[in-house]
């Protein structure tokens, strides 16, 4: 009989592992025991869905051996939550794996999972990401004991389909294209003799129903006809329907943490800058509230009035810039020079965490790093400024994860209208 991947992997995630993963996550325990319980089996069935073929098991193989997944992480998984590093490893390696089992479809699976599961959509990333992580050093390990080729892991996956039955989400199964992993509840041959004996009857009155139907259409026709408009109400829909045009998919950069923060974002669309100049930008994102404030002739440039980047990401702990961050800072050099007025200063943040004069330099190097980026875009540095005020003006509690997280920014203000 074969092994049951699913119940085998579950024993891996143990109490104390899901409590580790709680923190660094900044979700309840429940919740996210929630998440990996519904999670799991969408992530193996849509591996197994990607070996099914040969090119899908082969590139399955591939990443098993650039990754180095042979089993040894499952030795010690609590070790990735000792420190940020050694998460934001995990969490990095495993972005591949997602991209290559979901695809496109990646940002609807976090925010499916999230809404089913009820933990946030970040969170739901990094529950993601481990997931995958650990899937993957559990086949790796398999594939290496027993020297499987491509093909050997396509049959052995395959043979864990009818485990998954009822397990995946109907959403996210759907959205997957798993459903054929559910059970059957009725054979299609009474089916077929059901409805040949109802629908006997059914044709005696058949020609009866549809001249009743007929003569109901023409009286709603007729009385439509009859009533008067509402222009209010057309024309709120027409306007909508003009607004919904410029909206368009959150572009994908590749980096798992900066596209699940994409798809937090709400809906996208395209902005048109004077020049003629386009951008995609998120409609809660800090793009649209910077252009508002430029165009606001009663709002003078002053030092009070900041505004946080979104989605902009560094490497732990240093001030080099994710490759991901490229998409945002690309928007604002396009809205420096769309408005060749104004004038910019960049300021770094961190959380309280560790040592004040390490997070006050970090922060200000960040905000160094923010400039050389835009100028390397075009902007003059004589129209930029760069200061790291640390753990200064924080936004929201340190005593959260989360709090913590939205205290590490970077904001940009308008110096000069």
Same mark, same amino acid.
């Given at each position: 009989?074969?092994?049951?991947?699913?119940?085998?992997?579950?024993?891996?995630?143990?109490?104390?592992?899901?409590? #580790?993963?709680?923190?660094?996550?900044?979700?309840?325990?429940?919740?996210?025991?929630?998440?990996?319980?519904?999670?799991?089996?969408?992530? +193996?069935?849509?591996?197994?869905?990607?070996?099914?073929?040969?090119? $899908?098991?082969?590139?399955?193989?591939?990443?098993?051996?650039?990754?180095?997944?042979?089993?040894?992480?499952?030795?010690?998984?609590?070790?990735?939550?000792?420190? %940020?590093?050694?998460?934001?490893?995990?969490?990095?390696?495993?972005?591949?794996?997602?991209?290559?089992?979901?695809?496109? %479809?990646?940002?609807?699976?976090? /925010?499916?999972?999230?809404?089913?599961?009820?933990?946030?959509?970040?969170?739901?990333?990094?529950?993601?990401?481990?997931?995958?992580?650990?899937?993957?050093?559990?086949?790796?390990? %398999?594939?290496?004991?027993?020297?499987?080729?491509?093909?050997?892991? %396509?049959?052995?996956?395959?043979?864990?389909?009818?485990?998954?039955?009822?397990?995946?989400?109907?959403?996210?199964?759907?959205?997957?294209? +798993?459903?054929?992993?559910?059970?059957?509840?009725?054979?299609?041959?009474?089916?077929?003799?059901?409805?040949?004996?109802?629908?006997?009857?059914?044709? #005696?009155? +058949?020609?009866?129903?549809?001249?009743?139907?007929?003569?109901?259409?023409?009286?709603?026709?007729?009385?439509?006809?009859?009533?008067?408009?509402? *222009?209010?109400?057309?024309?709120?829909?027409?306007?909508?329907?003009?607004?919904?045009?410029?909206?368009?998919?959150?572009?994908?950069?590749?980096?798992?943490?900066?596209?699940?923060?994409?798809?937090?974002? $709400?809906?996208?669309?395209?902005?048109?800058?004077?020049? $003629?100049?386009?951008?995609?930008?998120?409609?809660?994102?800090?793009? *649209?509230?910077?252009?508002?404030?430029?165009?606001?002739?009663?709002?003078?440039?002053? #030092?009070?009035?900041?505004?946080?980047?979104?989605?902009?990401?560094?490497?732990?702990?240093?001030?080099?810039?994710?490759?991901?961050?490229?998409?945002?800072?690309?928007?604002?050099?396009?809205?420096?020079?769309?408005?060749?007025?104004?004038?910019?200063?960049?300021?770094?943040?961190?959380?309280?965490? $560790?040592?004040?004069?390490? /997070?006050?330099?970090?922060?200000?190097?960040?905000?160094?790093?923010?400039?050389?980026?835009?100028?390397?875009?075009?902007?003059?540095?004589?129209?930029?400024?760069?200061?790291?005020?640390?753990?200064?003006?924080?936004?929201?509690?340190?005593?959260?994860?989360?709090?913590?997280?939205? /205290?590490?920014?970077?904001?940009?203000?308008?110096?000069?209208?």
């Amino acid at each position: 009989m074969a092994e049951n991947f699913i119940e085998e992997l579950n024993s891996y995630i143990t109490p104390d592992i899901i409590s #580790k993963l709680s923190n660094v996550i900044g979700e309840k325990s429940t919740i996210t025991k929630t998440a990996l319980a519904m999670g799991l089996p969408a992530v +193996l069935g849509s591996l197994i869905q990607k070996s099914s073929t040969e090119q $899908g098991a082969s590139e399955i193989i591939k990443i098993i051996k650039n990754e180095g997944y042979n089993g040894s992480q499952l030795n010690n998984l609590a070790g990735v939550f000792d420190s %940020k590093d050694s998460f934001s490893r995990l969490i990095n390696a495993a972005s591949p794996v997602l991209d290559s089992i979901f695809g496109d %479809k990646l940002h609807h699976v976090t /925010n499916s999972l999230s809404k089913e599961s009820g933990v946030g959509s970040n969170a739901t990333s990094y529950i993601l990401g481990f997931l995958a992580s650990l899937l993957m050093s559990f086949i790796g390990k %398999k594939v290496n004991s027993d020297g499987l080729n491509a093909d050997g892991l %396509k049959n052995m996956l395959a043979g864990q389909k009818h485990f998954l039955k009822k397990m995946i989400p109907a959403g996210l199964a759907g959205m997957l294209g +798993l459903s054929g992993f559910e059970n059957v509840t009725s054979a299609p041959r009474d089916i077929k003799a059901n409805v040949k004996e109802e629908s006997t009857g059914f044709k #005696k009155f +058949l020609p009866w129903l549809l001249l009743g139907l007929a003569a109901l259409l023409l009286l709603l026709w007729w009385r439509s006809c009859k009533q008067e408009p509402a *222009p209010v109400t057309i024309k709120k829909d027409t306007v909508k329907s003009k607004a919904e045009t410029n909206i368009v998919l959150p572009p994908k950069t590749g980096d798992m943490m900066m596209d699940s923060i994409y798809a937090s974002l $709400g809906k996208f669309v395209i902005k048109k800058l004077p020049g $003629g100049t386009e951008i995609i930008i998120a409609e809660s994102g800090v793009e *649209p509230k910077l252009i508002a404030f430029i165009e606001d002739k009663t709002k003078p440039a002053d #030092k009070e009035t900041w505004f946080s980047f979104d989605r902009i990401l560094f490497e732990t702990d240093k001030a080099d810039l994710r490759p991901s961050s490229g998409l945002q800072l690309a928007n604002i050099a396009a809205i420096m020079k769309a408005y060749p007025e104004i004038e910019i200063k960049i300021g770094g943040y961190t959380d309280n965490t $560790g040592n004040k004069q390490h /997070n006050l330099k970090l922060s200000q190097e960040r905000a160094n790093s923010v400039v050389k980026y835009l100028e390397t875009l075009g902007i003059p540095d004589s129209r930029m400024k760069a200061e790291g005020y640390g753990d200064q003006f924080p936004v929201a509690s340190n005593d959260t994860p989360e709090g913590r997280s939205k /205290n590490r920014r970077i904001d940009i203000r308008v110096s000069k209208k």
